[in-house]
């Protein structure tokens, strides 16, 4: 019964991508989509002793509607050295920043890609290996795409002989179960309530931040407070 995911690709995202991508056996990276500007490609939350604040990577304009999101180009360098020094003033004094902060250091300041798609694969990456992922990943280029939402989905599913399409909550909105189920497959939805609370920096906790604040703060014991590890 293998299971697949579709989703864009994010800029270091919250703990439930990381548990979506854990769920399935096949995760695609669907940045053939449109770009959508100020949305999570591009940016995140940290928490700050201010409160929450965004971390926004600058992109291009193209001036074009139907800019890809694997076509997003960044605009100004300078964004790594601005985001590295936010999250290290941020998460210096968390138990297990100084375990993992030369990976990410390396990522930040020494990193050479200028697409967004690549930024976003090389955290993805890493953070799969230090949680301890090992999903098989595709990018969505790789696949022949049929016209419609739904049908772009189905295709890769049939492609890769998925018995279950594993979706996000928000394309309840738009996504038509049965066009699956005429392949012979069955949807599921994520589930991205009840995550326990663990010990965070800076105030009320709250969950829909960057990844890497649950990583700093509990590190090696990260996946205690996922959903998707003790299921998979």
Request: glycine share 6%; net charge neutral.
């Amino acid at each position: 019964m293998k299971k697949v995911a579709i989703l864009q690709s994010n800029y270091v995202p919250w703990k439930g991508y990381f548990d979506l991508i854990n769920s399935v056996d096949e995760f695609v990276i669907y940045d053939t989509a449109q770009y959508t500007k100020n949305d999570w490609r591009n940016r995140n939350k940290i928490k700050t002793g201010q409160g929450i604040s965004w971390l926004t990577v600058p992109v291009a304009a193209k001036g074009k509607s139907d800019q890809k999101i694997d076509e997003a180009v960044v605009s100004d360098q300078r964004w790594r050295k601005k985001h590295w020094s936010a999250i290290s003033q941020s998460y210096s004094k968390c138990k297990f920043f100084n375990d993992y902060k030369h990976y990410f250091e390396k990522i930040f300041l020494e990193g050479l890609e200028n697409k967004l798609s690549d930024i976003n694969f090389r955290f993805m990456k890493l953070i799969n290996e230090i949680l301890g992922v090992t999903t098989k990943i595709h990018w969505s280029s790789d696949f022949e795409l049929s016209i419609g939402k739904t049908d772009r989905l189905v295709n890769i599913c049939c492609d890769l002989n998925a018995k279950i399409y594993l979706s996000g909550p928000s394309a309840k909105d738009y996504l038509d179960e049965n066009l699956f189920e005429q392949e012979g497959m069955g949807v599921e939805w994520m589930d991205y309530s009840g995550y326990p609370e663990y010990e965070q920096q800076h105030g009320p906790f709250e969950h829909g931040v960057t990844v890497l604040d649950l990583i700093f703060n509990e590190g090696p014991n990260s996946t205690q407070f996922m959903k998707s590890f003790g299921n998979k």
